[in-house]
């Protein structure tokens, strides 16, 4: 009895200390999420300008949505503490430790939600602040309370909070949203479920201990992986839309990369139809490389300012 209290006391303890406390902090930020985020917003920002926005407003931008994103994943934390427990993956989370509490973490939360909206409100504009504002309310109340514990296409359509950093760029640039925002916006829809089933074929006996109905839980391995596979063809069809507002630079990526990635999509189907060994998380890295691909190309193309089949937002 006595080592189970010191062995549960332990982590508090440790948390005394403020090394300890800022990394548990940074923890509850989800800082590897956060880049994600923020990988596309720079290149909505720069195709919104057509070129090179200024750089405080590009700055201002990003702090102001590494507020609201980590309000929302600490806010996600405290929804999730007691699914966290029982994953093997999120066992070190800070809750889990102990090493925040329950009620700091909402704390911190809301007050990066907050900080948040005034911080872009004052650097940006109203609208972007308002997006922001309304991705943190999305993420928590619709996709972590109601979504993810309900129903199978919980990822699909509470990944749309993490489609919103291209259209608070776009309106952080603009003031306003435009057509190629939306289809930024489709781009990341469509590439998330691809993105996250493949990370929860690999972790399906966790997403069963935490009761959590993904995908791969509730149905045949068979109608994940064409699922996956339908989700690609979608996202690279799509990415193909924003042609008209880009340089053939963009395009030309997009068509290789979106190629590649269907290709692995593809042969992720045909192992799995086939009862042979997978390897799933291949295409989780892999989707990462290729989102980052696609960014990096559409930001050199909106910077160089190559030439496009129109401007019809202008």
């Known amino acids: 009895m006595t080592t189970t209290d010191t062995t549960a006391a332990e982590p508090r303890q440790h948390a005394t200390r ?5 990394k548990a902090y940074l923890g509850l930020l989800k800082p590897r999420v956060i880049e994600l ?13 057509r070129g090179i926005p200024s750089p405080w407003l590009v700055l201002s931008t990003l702090i102001g949505g590494t507020m609201a994103a980590g309000s929302a994943n600490a806010l996600n934390c405290v ?19 102990h090493t ?3 009620r700091h973490a909402l704390i911190f939360g809301v007050v990066l939600g907050l900080g948040s909206f005034g911080f872009l409100w004052a650097t940006t504009n109203l609208l972007a602040a308002v997006l ?50 939306l ?14 089933w493949a990370l929860a074929v690999k972790y399906k006996a966790d997403y069963e201990r935490a009761g959590v109905p993904m995908l791969p839980v509730v149905a045949e391995p068979s109608y994940v ?12 069809l799509w990415t193909l839309l924003l042609a008209p507002a880009t340089g053939w630079l963009y395009t030309a990526f997009a068509v290789a990369s979106g190629a590649w990635f ?36 559409l930001a050199v193309d909106s910077a160089l300012g190559l030439p496009i089949l129109g401007w019809p937002w202008s």
Request: aromatic fraction near 10%; hydrophobic fraction near 50%.
């Open 18 to 22: 403020p090394g300890d406390l800022l």
């Open 37 to 49: 985020l923020l990988v596309t917003t720079i290149p909505a920002m720069l195709l919104a300008e």
């Open 79 to 97: 929804a999730d503490a007691d699914i966290d427990q029982v994953m093997q993956r999120t066992r070190a989370r800070p809750l889990v430790r």
């Open 100 to 102: 925040v509490s329950n």
């Open 132 to 181: 922001a504002v309304a991705t943190i309310l999305f993420y928590v109340l619709i996709y972590t309370l109601v979504l993810k514990r309900r129903t199978a296409q919980n990822i699909v359509w509470g990944g749309a909070a993490g489609c919103m950093p291209v259209v608070i760029g776009w309106a952080g640039v603009t003031g306003r949203v435009d057509w190629p925002a």
């Open 183 to 196: 289809v930024m916006f489709g781009i990341i829809f469509f590439w998330t479920p691809p993105h996250t």
């Open 225 to 236: 992986s064409r699922q996956i596979v339908a989700y690609s063809w979608l996202m690279v």
């Open 262 to 297: 269907l290709w692995l999509a593809h042969r992720l189907h045909t192992a799995t139809k086939r009862g042979e060994p997978t390897k799933p998380m291949r295409l989780f890295h892999m989707s990462n490389t290729y989102l980052m691909i696609v960014c990096v190309a």
